[in-house]
Nanobody, 118 residues
Framework: QVQLVESGGGLVQAGGSLRLSCAAS????????RAWFRQAPGKEREFVAD????????YYGDSVKGRFTVSRDNAKNTVYLQMNSLKPEDTAVYFC???????????WGQGTQVTVSS
């Protein structure tokens, strides 16, 4: 069964940093685009960042641009989200996703909670 497993969430003070990881169970995902989304209570799911299969192309949502960095290590079949200068409004469940191309994500992880205290 194909799995995406997120880790690295937790509680951090405003201004702090966290690094999320998303490990994939299938080697096929090495050739897939990957992305991060988040959903805060009572809000719609929000795009955070994506990265193409090689890591050469990345794209960020406006609310995280300049603070978050997405990267991948295909040898480990893992994608990362480095989150710096965290704000309380970054509090959400963060989900990773994968798909054959950017914008087409058919595989999702279970999510990891990130809570930023003021």
């Amino acid at each position: 069964q194909v799995q995406l497993v997120e880790s690295g969430g937790g509680l951090v003070q405003a201004g702090g940093s966290l690094r999320l990881s998303c490990a994939a169970s299938e080697r096929t995902f090495v050739t897939y685009a990957r992305a991060w989304f988040r959903q805060a209570p009572g809000k719609e799911r929000e795009f955070v960042a994506d990265i193409n299969w090689s890591g050469a192309s990345t794209y960020y949502g406006d609310s995280v641009k300049g603070r978050f960095t997405v990267s991948r290590d295909n040898a480990k079949n893992t994608v990362y989200l480095q989150m710096n200068s965290l704000k309380p409004e970054d509090t959400a469940v963060y989900f990773c996703a994968a798909g054959p191309k950017i914008g087409s994500y058919g595989y999702w992880g279970q999510g990891t909670q990130v809570t930023v205290s003021s």
